[in-house]
Each structure stands twice: as structure tokens, then as C-alpha cells.
């Protein structure tokens, strides 16, 4: 039987985590890894060792502690996953490639986001300008981060139902904890870093929450280095009413927290359109809350947090 042969690709050389206030983490708790540095003052998320799933016990084990990241902050992390390390670099090395291509050749590939409510695509640069504020992965101009206060992306809630990150060393993505002080995510070589978004939050009436969480400027050793994300995107079927699951017995017992009344919630693809369309190009609203704005889609209010 023949092998599979895989284009070449250049290789994605990763840089190395930040250093500031670091400390060392076994590498005994992630196969194959060797010892890295993670700042001691990021945010403490959970850490999800999947290969649990092989053991009854473990299974049990590994409901409970999805449960109650999801229940309480709504990040964690995944680690043993399946994927090795040879499998995360060549994802790397393949998410790279379109910004080594031409202009002209990434123009035939934009993403028709506004007319179609649609990701898919290639986003320029141009389009995530809104109110003189651009949103990127690259280094910025001090320009840049003096209008933008240092703030990349303004703190949000993801739509869909779950976000997975693959963990990458330019330190960037924060979350507003419970006490309302922004943290930093570290990084875990090989680790998922998965959140839940706000159609998992409707459907589950809240019992999930759906994290506020932004993109900030990197901290001083890592200033200059261009952040490469690959990320993954999760949504229910386009025909699924954002409504909770009033039939599910823990709702029944904890109590459900609407965002907006049954006969007027939208389903998935209304709202996934709407979001994905007005991303960027809305005029946002001064809301009641210090440091927040606000917008309208598909009738439900969304916050944005400076």
C-alpha cells in the first residue's frame, strides 16, 4: 500500500515564551515535553489530561473537572490529546503559508464576511480597522498601541459553542477573571486552550459560561515577534434555537439566566451571520458600564470591554 506524501512547506520556527517572572513546570506532567518556563502570575486555569478517557475512573474523573472549568471560568487547558509534537509543528508550518504568498494571490481568496456572514476567506488588514483601531496578530507601531491603550483586541465573548486554541509561546491572550482583574493565558508546549462561547452559554442558560477574554500587547521580551494563532471555531447546526435546555434536570435545579426571551432568541445561523458581518464594522455604542460598549445583533445586546 502506498505511503502518504505530504507537501513540502517552509517550517515555522517558533519563538520562545517569555521569560518575565517565570518558574519551571515538570515535564513530567506532559509526555514528551521537556521542562518550560510559565509566568507564576497567569491566570490558573485548569489543566485537562484527555488521555483519562482509557479508565472508567478516569472518565468519571475527567467529567467532573470539565464540568466545573466550564462552570466557573470557562477556560482550561487540554493537554495529551492525540496530536504529537511532529503533528502541532506541521499545523504551524501550514497556517504560516498564506502570509508568505503574494498580495495579489491572497486577494482571490478574500472572505466575503459582510455579504455573507462567513469566516472562510482571507481577512485584509484594512478590513479590521474600526474607529482608527487596528486588530493583528503582527508587531505595532507605538502609534498603534498608544491609541489602543496596549489593547490588540477588545475584551469579548466568542459566539459559537467552543473555541480551540493551539497554545503558542507569544504570550498575548488575556481573560477578565471573577474578580475582575485581567490574566494573562500562559503557554503549554503541545496543550489545546479551549473556552466556551456564547451559543453554549444560551443553550445551557448560563451553567456554561461564555469568558470574556481580549488580545493585548505581548510582554517587553517579546515585543516585535509576530503572534501566529491557529484556532478552531465550533458552532451548533445553523437550525438550533439559542434557547436553554429547559428539559435538562441540572437546569431545573440550578436555575436558568437568559439573554434574551425564548420567542425572540435567534437561531445559530441568524446569529453567527450577524456577528461574523457586523465584526469590525460597527459603530459601537457607549454602554452603562465604565469601560464598556455596546452593540445589537439579531436582537441580543454584546458587550465590548476597553
Known amino acids: 500500500m502506498p505511503g502518504t506524501a505530504f507537501p513540502e512547506t517552509p ?13 519551571r513546570l515538570p515535564s513530567s506532567l506532559i509526555k514528551n515535553v521537556v521542562d518550560i518556563d ?3 502570575d497567569f491566570a490558573d486555569l485548569a489543566i485537562i489530561d484527555i488521555s483519562k478517557i482509557n479508565t472508567a475512573e478516569g472518565k468519571a474523573q475527567l467529567v467532573q473537572d470539565v464540568r466545573n472549568a466550564m462552570n466557573t471560568i470557562g477556560f482550561f487547558y487540554v493537554i495529551n490529546h492525540g496530536y504529537t509534537q511532529e503533528q502541532t509543528r506541521r499545523i504551524f508550518d501550514i497556517a504560516e503559508i498564506p502570509f508568505r504568498v503574494s498580495d495579489d494571490e491572497k486577494q482571490k481568496y478574500v472572505a466575503k464576511m459582510k455579504e455573507n456572514g462567513s469566516y472562510q476567506g482571507y481577512k485584509p488588514r484594512q478590513y479590521w480597522v474600526c474607529l482608527s483601531i487596528r486588530i493583528s496578530g503582527y508587531p505595532r507601531t507605538a502609534e498603534d498601541e498608544e491609541k489602543t491603550k496596549n489593547v490588540w483586541l477588545k475584551g469579548h465573548t466568542d ?3 467552543l473555541t480551540l486554541l493551539w497554545s503558542q509561546p507569544v504570550s498575548a491572550l488575556q481573560i477578565l477573571d471573577p474578580q475582575g482583574k485581567w490574566k494573562w493565558v500562559k503557554h503549554i508546549d503541545n ?3 479551549v473556552n466556551a462561547g456564547e451559543a453554549l452559554e444560551f443553550l445551557s442558560g448560563r451553567f456554561y459560561k461564555g469568558t470574556i477574554h481580549r488580545v493585548r500587547q505581548p510582554p517587553a521580551d517579546q515585543r516585535g515577534l509576530t503572534r501566529l494563532g491557529v484556532f478552531y ?8 434555537k439559542l434557547v436553554p435546555l429547559q428539559e435538562s434536570p441540572v437546569l431545573q435545579r440550578v436555575g436558568i439566566i437568559r439573554r434574551t426571551p425564548d420567542d425572540r432568541a435567534p437561531s445559530m445561523g441568524t446569529y453567527r451571520k450577524g456577528r461574523i458581518a457586523a465584526y469590525g464594522q460597527t459603530v459601537l455604542k457607549e454602554g452603562k458600564e465604565k469601560g464598556v460598549e455596546e452593540e445589537e445583533v439579531a436582537g441580543v445586546l454584546i458587550r465590548h470591554y476597553n
Open 233 to 240: 471555531f465550533a458552532l451548533f447546526d445553523d437550525d438550533v
Open 159 to 161: 459566539f459559537g459553542s
Open 38 to 40: 510559565i509566568p507564576v
Open 191 to 193: 496543550a489545546l486552550v
Open 11 to 23: 517550517h515555522h520556527i517558533p519563538p520562545p515564551p517569555t521569560k518575565e517572572n517565570c518558574e
